[in-house]
């Protein structure tokens, strides 16, 4: 079986392509960033050398004057064109950055830097310690704890983060901030690592109270239930069910990997296999979000499953499929 087999599909010589139109690749949508990043650590753990090459070159011909990079890129003849995010939306932008350095630091730690690419990194660690987005600041320490030693921008992300805890938390709501949109997982994965690279045990406390209250808040009766992003959860409002995304199940099965490993609870291992399986139709439709090919649909909806196939959700299946096979729950 080539589990890559999708995201090949929607990838080019330039990068992969952000969207999709039903099973196949949306063009006129072009290309995002935080795409071609997390498509890196994908064809990092799959040791496809064809695939991180095209998408680490997407990243250094994304490169602006000013040393950061370009958000989208549009097919548009042989010239092309890249362009930033709409209205420069500060927490996008910083989430696309963060992301790319997470892939960057994650897929050149054991090798040499490219010479293209340090300047990039530098950058972006630069910028880095202006970021407020809590997800932005996790996903940047994702990379960071790659590095040897603390740097002083781990240091500082890693307090930003904790206090941003301590400042939210309440009775009945163990989280960083008043609401759970996206990608919540990627949070307390976050301090998973850094205890495990670190043994940051502030980091852990708050790890294993954050990851708890995820796994309590999306379940329905033992099924995974990610926040639908059709009005999301805020606190002391009514949870939103659909449409639940794939990269909430990716990201919570790869939190809680991190769980198992730092914890050796067969709790978190129980909870990994049931997140995973969420893709398989362990969710509240018992529907399958994967076709036939292992192709992912882009979300779970009232009606069954949006069945575009766009970029984020293929990349973040793989994600968890690689987490699932390191754990060895693919059974």
Same mark, same amino acid.
């Given at each position: 079986?080539?589990?890559?087999?999708?995201?090949?599909?929607?990838?080019?010589?330039?990068?992969?392509?952000?969207?999709?139109?039903?099973?196949?690749?949306?063009?006129?949508?072009?290309?995002?960033?935080?795409?071609?990043?997390?498509?890196?650590?994908?064809?990092?753990?799959?040791?496809?050398?064809?695939?991180?090459?095209?998408?680490?070159?997407?990243?250094?011909?994304?490169?602006?004057?000013?040393?950061?990079?370009?958000?989208?890129?549009?097919?548009?003849?042989?010239?092309?064109?890249?362009?930033?995010?709409?209205?420069?939306?500060?927490?996008?932008?910083?989430?696309?950055?963060?992301?790319?350095?997470?892939?960057?630091?994650?897929?050149?730690?054991?090798?040499?830097?490219?010479?293209?690419?340090?300047?990039?990194?530098?950058?972006?660690?630069?910028?880095?310690?202006?970021?407020?987005?809590?997800?932005?600041?996790?996903?940047?320490?994702?990379?960071?704890?790659?590095?040897?030693?603390?740097?002083?921008?781990?240091?500082?992300?890693?307090?930003?983060?904790?206090?941003?805890?301590?400042?939210?938390?309440?009775?009945?709501?163990?989280?960083?901030?008043?609401?759970?949109?996206?990608?919540?997982?990627?949070?307390?994965?976050?301090?998973?690592?850094?205890?495990?690279?670190?043994?940051?045990?502030?980091?852990?406390?708050?790890?294993?109270? !954050? !990851?708890?209250?995820?796994?309590? !808040?999306?379940?329905?009766?033992?099924?995974?239930?990610?926040?639908?992003?059709?009005?999301?959860?805020?606190?002391?409002?009514?949870?939103?069910?659909?449409?639940?995304?794939?990269?909430?199940?990716?990201?919570?099965?790869?939190?809680?990997?991190?769980?198992?490993?730092?914890?050796?609870?067969?709790?978190?291992?129980?909870?990994?296999?049931?997140?995973?399986?969420?893709?398989?139709?362990?969710?509240?439709?018992?529907?399958?979000?994967?076709?036939?090919?292992?192709?992912?649909?882009?979300?779970?909806?009232?009606?069954?499953?949006?069945?575009?196939?766009?970029?984020?959700?293929?990349?973040?299946?793989?994600?968890?499929?690689?987490?699932?096979?390191?754990?060895?729950?693919?059974?």
């Amino acid at each position: 079986m080539d589990i890559l087999k999708k995201i090949r599909s929607l990838t080019t010589d330039i990068g992969i392509y952000q969207h999709g139109k039903l099973n196949k690749p949306a063009p006129e949508f072009g290309y995002a960033l935080e795409d071609q990043a997390r498509a890196l650590l994908v064809a990092n753990s799959a040791d496809d050398l064809i695939l991180k090459k095209i998408y680490l070159d997407y990243i250094v011909r994304a490169i602006r004057k000013d040393g950061l990079l370009y958000h989208f890129y549009f097919e548009d003849g042989k010239a092309g064109f890249f362009k930033n995010s709409e209205n420069d939306l500060k927490p996008n932008t910083e989430v696309a950055f963060a992301i790319t350095l997470w892939s960057l630091l994650t897929v050149f730690k054991n090798e040499k830097i490219d010479k293209d690419i340090e300047p990039v990194i530098g950058r972006l660690l630069e910028d880095a310690f202006g970021w407020s987005s809590a997800r932005a600041m996790a996903t940047a320490l994702l990379g960071l704890v790659n590095l040897e030693h603390e740097s002083s921008l781990e240091k500082l992300l890693k307090n930003k983060l904790q206090q941003l805890f301590f400042n939210s938390f309440s009775e009945g709501w163990i989280w960083f901030e008043d609401y759970l949109t996206y990608a919540n997982a990627i949070i307390p994965w976050s301090l998973w690592e850094l205890y495990l690279k670190r043994k940051c045990m502030k980091s852990l406390e708050i790890a294993l109270k !954050t !990851t708890d209250f995820l796994i309590d !808040t999306c379940q329905e009766k033992e099924i995974p239930c990610p926040i639908g992003n059709n009005g999301w959860y805020y606190k002391g409002m009514k949870k939103a069910i659909f449409d639940q995304q794939p990269i909430d199940a990716a990201y919570m099965v790869c939190c809680l990997e991190k769980a198992y490993e730092a914890t050796n609870k067969i709790y978190y291992l129980d909870w990994a296999k049931k997140w995973f399986k969420w893709f398989f139709g362990n969710n509240i439709k018992r529907i399958s979000l994967l076709d036939k090919g292992f192709g992912c649909f882009d979300a779970l909806t009232p009606d069954g499953v949006n069945l575009n196939q766009g970029a984020e959700s293929n990349i973040c299946f793989l994600m968890a499929y690689f987490a699932a096979k390191r754990l060895n729950i693919l059974d």
